[in-house]
């Protein structure tokens, strides 16, 4: 790899980064070709998940307008932010007892999709653009670590590496990157750490990165932060991490050309029921591959459109269909409640966050938030009980 690489990459989508829009993250390979190839959008955000509208006008002068939001079937919302400061301004206006939760997301205008040979069949299955997001959280979090730092992180990692001429980075998401996925608790917890163990770094996925933080003359894999006073003891200290790592901490002066993707969640409870009765897994985003410019992602994107018109596959966005996990039902999960039937990943995703903890605490929340969980006490704690023992 020559300094030359580096500078060219790195140079065309940020130059002279500007500080004041530096972003705050909390500190504490080869990939199967497929997905969406296009200018992908990155950015981070706060999401603000509440019973109360903000957008209400009782609210117009004390919070602050949300750059996007979108009401669940339940009636609740998602409101999101890209200062979590805003964030905080919006929950103290309404007075509810939420938090605000940080995700990275990417998206690629469906118009401007290069691999894709139904577009109006993307458009349905999306809208105006495919986005995908994952959480970010510190190396506290037990249940969610693994989104940002195992899977997320790494692979825009690798493939900013690539970019830059280093051809073996030594990570990738082939086990996660397939239609279908059966996993054991076993597997999971070899996979990604188990969760209670604080082990991640000797995981399957936590090697890799460690090998790929090693490809880039970083010696600590723990290290992720940019020059951050705050943490500088996971201050990144090779200059290529401190290049990749602008991808993460500063938004780029025009869309990074790549290949979005979205693998299987491989952590244990990842799993939910569908309307169906079917069990689905949850996806995750990643980055597999940035390319030069224009020309080369065009060239890439129109192979995979002939190839997808030669075979006439039934499959949109370069010719894989978003995965699909293979059927794994579970005769002891409860009923989800009527109001959450449209959305089993988002009540369990909720119901989580109680696990481990008092059932007081839930109680307290049924009784309080009758419109929010839409269900008896009983069946919140069943659910609660169900979940632990996964």
């Known amino acids: 790899m020559s300094n030359n690489q580096q500078s060219n990459f790195f140079n065309k989508y940020f130059g002279e980064v500007d500080e004041s829009q530096k972003v705050e993250i909390p500190v ?18 706060w999401r603000v998940w509440t019973a109360v509208d903000v957008n209400g006008p009782e609210f ?7 750059i996007s939001s979108r009401q669940l079937r339940n009636g609740d919302y998602h409101f999101f932010y890209t200062r979590p400061g805003d964030a905080e301004r919006a929950i103290k206006a309404i007075g509810e007892d939420t938090r605000a939760e940080q995700y990275w997301v ?14 109006e069949a993307v458009k349905e299955g999306f809208g105006v653009e495919v986005a995908y997001m994952s959480r970010v959280k510190t190396y506290r979090s037990k249940k969610y670590l693994h989104e940002f730092h195992l899977i997320t992180l790494p692979s825009v990692i690798a493939a900013a590496a690539n970019a830059m001429g280093i051809d073996n980075a030594g990570y990738d998401l082939s086990e996660i990157s ?42 600590d894999p723990l290290r992720y932060a940019l020059d951050s006073a705050r943490m500088e003891k996971f201050n990144v200290q090779s200059e290529n991490m401190k290049a990749c790592m602008k991808i993460v901490y500063y938004p780029p002066k025009q ?20 309307e169906s009765g079917e069990y689905k897994r949850r996806y995750l985003p990643a980055v597999t591959e940035f390319y030069a410019g224009l020309d080369e992602a065009k060239k890439v994107g129109d192979a995979e459109k002939a190839a997808i018109e030669a075979n006439k596959p039934a499959e949109v966005g ?73």
Do not use: H
């Not at 990417?106 to 577009?119: K, M, Q, R, V, W």
């Not at 990074?256 to 491989?266: A, K, S, Y």
């Open 28 to 45: 504490g390979g080869e990939f199967q070709q497929n997905g969406f190839i296009g200018p992908i959008g990155t950015k981070m955000v």
């Open 60 to 66: 117009r002068d004390q919070a602050p307008t949300p």
């Open 106 to 119: 990417f998206s690629i205008p469906t118009d401007e999709l290069l691999n894709s040979g139904n577009l």
């Open 178 to 219: 397939v239609n279908a996925l059966s996993a054991t608790d076993a597997w999971s917890n070899e996979y990604i750490g188990n969760p209670e163990g604080g082990n991640w770094v000797e995981s399957v996925l936590g090697q890799r990165r460690k090998a790929l933080w090693e490809s880039l003359g970083e010696d």
């Open 255 to 274: 869309p990074l050309l790549g290949r979005l993707m979205n693998v299987l969640d491989p952590a244990i409870g990842a799993e939910y029921e569908s």
């Open 318 to 390: 370069g010719g894989v269909a978003k995965a699909k996990a293979a059927p794994v039902i579970d005769p002891n999960a409860p009923k989800i409640p009527d109001a959450w039937t449209d959305m089993p990943a988002e009540w369990k995703e909720m119901i989580m966050e109680y696990a481990g903890k008092p059932d007081a605490k839930l109680k307290k929340d049924v009784a309080e938030k009758p419109n929010m969980f839409a269900c008896d006490v009983d069946v919140a704690l069943e659910w609660k009980t169900y979940l632990e023992s996964k």
